[in-house]
């Protein structure tokens, strides 16, 4: 099989930096991909964290005025990564996160950050450095939405160009009067280019000029060519359906391994299942609950956002003392559930436990310790922590959207009877639907056989990058060097 070599444009990528899903993808597919002989350089953006970990950089490259202020493309190592960092401190220095200030507000200039990623990326993709020429480069949400606008009006030859949406929800959308600074020609700001109801829209970009789209499950290529979920985009997608391809995520299965995971108190695996309580222990020791080997104990690691539907599980609490559930919460975002759940947990002791912050040895022992872990999503373009839950034996309680639905068999009686049930579904995404799947898991967990044969189901499921990869990678060779025009 040939080589091919491929450019991935990635605002995040683990374990460098990471607000979501999106950089767990970012950081696992090129060693995925490997396997498939395709070599993956990864650019991102120069956050101190990713300039503090580079080893053995080199300047390659370096712009004089770069959405005002000079900058260096370095190239080099980190977190077992091949990158290429684009250090431009005037852009990426900053206190707050990569999208938001300590204020919690997205940077005024989100727009300028952005273009710059993807003006390099698509420069990096038409030989900006010698010896260097992806035939592919694969550019991920908005934040490189524009690297396909750049590399489609430069009218020179470019590589193939893929951009993933990882969460149509966040589309990167501008005032017109952005347009003038970002360096593209006057036709791109149309329909057939950036222009996006009257502004520009940096995923409508990507969506518009790359050969091919995909998203992170088959049934959230479907959802978001229906107006419901399509937020905006679904016409665009639909005439664009052709084009466009649901891969599902993987994991990273050296990050998530219950043999060999140092943030666990004790090692487990299918034929050593018995182990697995002492994490239930651990984690209901760590977070002040009471021991109880036997109750059910739900987990949640979660962004507190809209979209993860977790006001849907502050209606069901009263529900978890009825079916004597415990509950543990980690996660981080909107201040209201924080509210919400501190309340909660104030009030129910030793019951509810939450924790606020991003702590990944937290959430590593609430996979390896809870019974369940339970995504309620509104929606879900893939999700990740239900994969997770499954190589660590918890059994997901997930809502039937988007890559949940993909994921996981629910456990009906006729899959249960066939033994291939992994966890619980719920449909329609309402309160009332979540109390009826979290009785139905109780009742499943007082069935310690059938229980067990759910939580081995999981652990058997593949939940690698193996087979993504070798679906991107065929991706890959199809539009090599793609040429000028996209269809
Ligand atoms: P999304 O990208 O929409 O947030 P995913 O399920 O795809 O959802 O990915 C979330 C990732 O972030 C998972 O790897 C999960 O373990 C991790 N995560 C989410 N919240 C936290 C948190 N508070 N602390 C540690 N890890 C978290
Ligand atoms: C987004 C989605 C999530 C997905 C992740 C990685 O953040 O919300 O469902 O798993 O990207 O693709």
């Known amino acids: 099989m040939t080589s091919i070599s491929a450019l991935s444009v990635a605002p995040e990528i683990y374990p460098l930096v990471k607000t979501g899903g999106l950089a767990d993808v970012a950081g696992a597919l090129p060693r995925a991909l490997a396997a498939e002989h395709v070599a993956m350089r990864t650019l991102c953006p120069g956050y101190h964290p990713v300039l503090a970990a580079l080893k053995k950089t080199e300047a390659i490259a370096r712009f004089d005025d770069l959405f005002g202020g000079p900058a260096?493309?370095?190239?080099?190592?980190?977190?077992?990564?091949?990158?290429?960092?684009?250090?431009?401190?005037?852009?990426?220095?900053?206190?707050?996160?990569?999208?938001?200030?300590?204020?919690?507000?997205?940077?005024?200039?989100?727009?300028?950050?952005?273009?710059?990623?993807?003006?390099?990326?698509?420069?990096?993709?038409?030989?900006?450095?010698?010896?260097?020429?992806?035939?592919?480069?694969?550019?991920?949400?908005?934040?490189?939405?524009l690297t396909a606008a750049y590399l489609h009006y430069s009218g020179k030859p470019r590589p193939g160009v893929v951009t993933t949406v990882h969460n149509l929800a966040f589309q990167g959308q501008f005032p017109a009067e952005v347009f003038g600074k970002l360096?593209?020609?006057?036709?791109?700001?149309?329909?057939?280019?950036?222009?996006?109801?009257?502004?520009?829209?940096?995923?409508?970009?990507?969506?518009?000029?790359?050969?091919?789209?995909?998203?992170?499950?088959?049934?959230?290529?479907?959802?978001?060519?229906?107006?419901?979920a399509g937020m905006g985009l679904d016409g665009l997608l639909r005439a664009r359906a052709g084009e466009l391809f649901g891969i599902l995520n993987g994991i990273d299965v050296e990050v998530?391994?219950?043999?060999?995971?140092?943030?666990?108190?004790?090692?487990?695996?299918?034929?050593?299942?018995?182990?697995?309580?002492?994490?239930?222990?651990?984690?209901?020791?760590?977070?002040?609950?009471?021991?109880?080997?036997?109750?059910?104990?739900?987990?949640?690691?979660?962004?507190?956002?809209?979209?993860?539907g977790l006001d849907l599980l502050l209606a069901c609490l009263p529900l978890l003392d009825e079916i004597n559930a415990q509950l543990v919460l980690l996660g981080t975002g909107d201040p209201?559930?924080?509210?919400?759940?501190?309340?909660?947990?104030?009030?129910?002791?030793?019951?509810?436990?939450?924790?606020?912050?991003?702590?990944?040895?937290?959430?590593?022992?609430?996979?390896?310790?809870?019974?369940?872990?339970?995504?309620?999503?509104?929606?879900?373009?893939?999700?990740?922590?239900?994969?997770?839950?499954?190589?660590?034996?918890?059994?997901?309680?997930?809502?039937?959207?988007?890559?949940?639905a993909d994921t996981i068999v629910d456990a009906n009686e006729m899959a249960l009877e066939a033994n291939c049930a992994t966890g619980v579904q719920f449909t329609p995404v309402s309160?009332?639907?979540?109390?009826?799947?979290?009785?139905?898991?109780?009742?499943?967990?007082?069935?310690?056989?059938?229980?067990?044969?759910?939580?081995?189901?999981?652990?058997?499921?593949?939940?690698?990058?193996?087979?993504p990869a070798r679906h991107y990678a065929g991706l890959y060779r199809e539009i090599a060097l793609a040429g000028d025009t996209p269809a």
């Open 72 to 145: 260096r493309l370095l190239s080099g190592r980190a977190g077992g990564l091949d990158l290429f960092v684009l250090d431009a401190p005037h852009l990426y220095e900053r206190d707050g996160g990569p999208y938001v200030g300590p204020d919690g507000r997205d940077y005024g200039d989100n727009a300028f950050r952005f273009a710059a990623l993807a003006k390099v990326g698509a420069a990096l993709g038409q030989g900006l450095v010698e010896g260097y020429s992806p035939e592919v480069v694969h550019a991920h949400d908005w934040q490189a939405g």
């Open 183 to 228: 360096g593209l020609p006057p036709q791109a700001f149309s329909i057939e280019g950036v222009e996006y109801y009257g502004g520009v829209g940096f995923l409508k970009a990507g969506l518009q000029l790359s050969d091919r789209i995909t998203t992170v499950s088959p049934t959230y290529a479907e959802e978001i060519q229906q107006s419901h």
């Open 256 to 308: 998530w391994n219950p043999e060999t995971d140092p943030m666990i108190a004790a090692p487990f695996s299918r034929k050593k299942l018995g182990q697995r309580a002492e994490n239930k222990k651990a984690l209901q020791a760590r977070m002040g609950l009471t021991h109880a080997p036997d109750r059910l104990l739900v987990g949640v690691v979660s962004r507190l956002s809209w979209q993860k």
């Open 336 to 404: 209201a559930f924080e509210a919400a759940f501190q309340d909660a947990a104030q009030h129910h002791q030793g019951r509810i436990a939450a924790h606020f912050g991003y702590e990944e040895s937290l959430a590593h022992l609430i996979q390896a310790g809870a019974d369940v872990i339970l995504v309620p999503s509104r929606f879900e373009p893939c999700g990740l922590t239900q994969l997770c839950a499954m190589r660590y034996g918890a059994v997901p309680v997930v809502a039937r959207v988007g890559g949940l």
């Open 431 to 467: 309160a009332e639907a979540l109390a009826g799947a979290l009785r139905r898991c109780a009742k499943l967990h007082a069935r310690p056989a059938t229980w067990r044969k759910i939580q081995a189901n999981g652990m058997k499921t593949d939940v690698s990058w193996t087979h």
